[in-house]
């Protein structure tokens, strides 16, 4: 006859059962939706391009056309970004996925197991009670040489109880730390697709009507963005670098470059992190994997990448030894500053900071 399951066992079933609602199949359903949301994007950006490309041939110039045309640029910036992000999020909803289907995995697997160990359990005090209590009746007959139980059959019993509850508790336990890795997992997937698909169109500006283009548009010539980073930033309105703090890993970011830079005996000091974090609120949204893959800089085979959405000539002539990832974000921001402060002589200079303080459309530097 098997023996009842410990009374805690009711516990670790309820918390086994939380498991199966993950579903991480419906994770990777989403993941395919933001997939083919990026390439639909893909596909309306061509369109966009394309629809302007007789127009640029010829058919409008003058300052109101290229401040139109810059506009359509802006766009089409910002799709390549936004496209950028939706396949970050696919990405980072896949590993979600596997993440959680590996945690599914580990709870039955540790439910089992606790299963099995309580089983043996049973099985083996029912075993050693029946041979105590066949012991203790060959004592109460009387018959020659018989010997005592070590201990009595409730005993046994008893303790075996006891180390079937503690295996519950332990398998409990296991489950609740299994259930806290899915939450943190599925709390900064949250975290990745709130950052990255908010705000990327909102940002871009009304065209620049009556401005030449290189008011309006993002700068394509020379070794980044006419000499600059290689950005392809959207416009945004008046007042100056935000007041605000970037939020978390930037400032971090942020915060390790300056002092790379300053060990460097670059001129830079925590005073500037607005003005860095204003560039990059433009240039990327924030995203370090953000690739440019519409402007001009593109289409002569050099799109602008990461935070600061430097060209890889820029970033090669202006990176720190030891810093030569353009997408990691710190080298990123490390040869975008100095190519800031080569090209313009401070960070407060770079042209499109100084048009926001006059209440102007940020540009790409």
């Given at each position: 006859?098997?023996?009842?399951?410990?009374?805690?066992?009711?516990?670790?079933?309820?918390?086994?059962a939380?498991?199966?609602?993950l579903?991480?199949?419906?994770?990777?359903?989403t993941?395919?939706?933001?997939?083919?949301?990026?390439?639909?994007?893909?596909?309306?950006?061509?369109?966009?391009?394309?629809?302007?490309?007789?127009?640029?041939?010829?058919?409008?110039?003058?300052?109101?056309?290229?401040?139109?045309?810059g506009?359509?640029?802006?766009?089409?910036?910002?799709?390549?970004?936004?496209?950028?992000?939706?396949?970050?999020?696919?990405?980072?909803?896949?590993?979600?996925?596997?993440?959680?289907?590996?945690?599914?995995?580990?709870?039955?697997?540790?439910?089992?197991?606790?299963?099995?160990?309580?089983?043996?359990?049973?099985?083996?005090a029912?075993?050693?009670?029946?041979?105590?209590?066949?012991?203790?009746?060959?004592?109460?007959r009387?018959?020659?040489?018989a010997?005592?139980?070590?201990?009595?059959?409730?005993?046994?019993?008893a303790?075996?109880?006891?180390?079937?509850a503690t295996?519950?508790r332990?398998?409990?336990?296991?489950?609740?730390?299994?259930?806290?890795e899915?939450?943190?997992?599925?709390?900064?997937?949250?975290?990745?697709?709130?950052?990255?698909t908010?705000?990327?169109?909102?940002?871009?500006?009304?065209?620049?009507?009556?401005?030449?283009?290189?008011?309006?548009?993002?700068s394509?010539?020379?070794?980044?963005g006419?000499?600059?980073?290689?950005?392809?930033?959207?416009?945004?309105?008046?007042?100056?670098?935000?007041?605000?703090?970037?939020?978390?890993?930037?400032?971090?970011?942020?915060?390790?470059?300056?002092?790379?830079?300053?060990?460097?005996?670059?001129?830079?000091?925590?005073?500037?992190?607005?003005?860095?974090?204003?560039?990059?609120?433009?240039?990327?949204?924030?995203?370090?994997?953000?690739?440019?893959?519409?402007?001009?800089?593109?289409?002569?085979?050099?799109?602008?990448?990461?935070?600061?959405?430097?060209?890889?000539?820029?970033?090669?002539?202006?990176?720190?030894?030891?810093?030569?990832?353009?997408?990691?974000?710190?080298?990123?921001?490390?040869?975008?500053?100095?190519?800031?402060?080569?090209?313009?002589?401070?960070?407060?200079?770079?042209?499109?900071?100084?048009?926001?303080?006059?209440?102007?459309?940020?540009?790409?530097?």
């Amino acid at each position: 006859m098997t023996a009842p399951m410990p009374p805690e066992w009711g516990a670790v079933e309820e918390k086994a059962a939380r498991f199966e609602a993950l579903e991480p199949e419906r994770v990777e359903e989403t993941a395919k939706s933001f997939r083919q949301a990026a390439e639909r994007l893909d596909g309306h950006t061509s369109g966009l391009h394309a629809a302007v490309t007789g127009l640029r041939e010829g058919a409008w110039s003058g300052q109101t056309a290229e401040g139109f045309y810059g506009y359509v640029d802006e766009l089409a910036g910002a799709g390549g970004r936004l496209r950028g992000s939706l396949g970050s999020v696919a990405d980072d909803l896949s590993a979600l996925r596997e993440r959680l289907g590996g945690i599914r995995t580990s709870a039955g697997e540790r439910v089992e197991a606790a299963r099995r160990e309580i089983r043996q359990i049973d099985s083996e005090a029912a075993a050693a009670a029946a041979k105590a209590e066949a012991r203790q009746d060959a004592v109460n007959r009387q018959v020659v040489g018989a010997v005592p139980p070590e201990k009595p059959p409730t005993t046994i019993l008893a303790e075996a109880a006891e180390r079937a509850a503690t295996v519950a508790r332990a398998a409990g336990e296991d489950l609740d730390r299994l259930a806290t890795e899915a939450d943190t997992a599925i709390g900064r997937t949250r975290e990745v697709m709130s950052r990255h698909t908010g705000g990327t169109f909102s940002a871009v500006g009304k065209p620049a009507v009556g401005t030449s283009r290189k008011g309006a548009a993002p700068s394509t010539s020379g070794g980044a963005g006419s000499g600059g980073g290689g950005a392809s930033a959207p416009a945004t309105t008046s007042g100056g670098p935000p007041a605000t703090m970037p939020p978390g890993d930037v400032h971090q970011w942020i915060l390790e470059a300056i002092k790379e830079l300053q060990a460097a005996g670059v001129p830079v000091s925590e005073a500037d992190i607005a003005n860095i974090w204003a560039i990059i609120q433009h240039e990327s949204s924030g995203n370090p994997n953000a690739i440019n893959l519409w402007d001009s800089n593109a289409a002569a085979g050099h799109p602008s990448k990461g935070l600061m959405q430097c060209i890889d000539p820029t970033f090669e002539a202006h990176k720190l030894p030891g810093h030569d990832d353009i997408y990691n974000p710190v080298d990123n921001i490390i040869a975008g500053v100095r190519y800031a402060l080569d090209r313009y002589g401070s960070i407060g200079e770079v042209p499109g900071l100084q048009a926001m303080a006059a209440s102007g459309a940020y540009r790409g530097y």
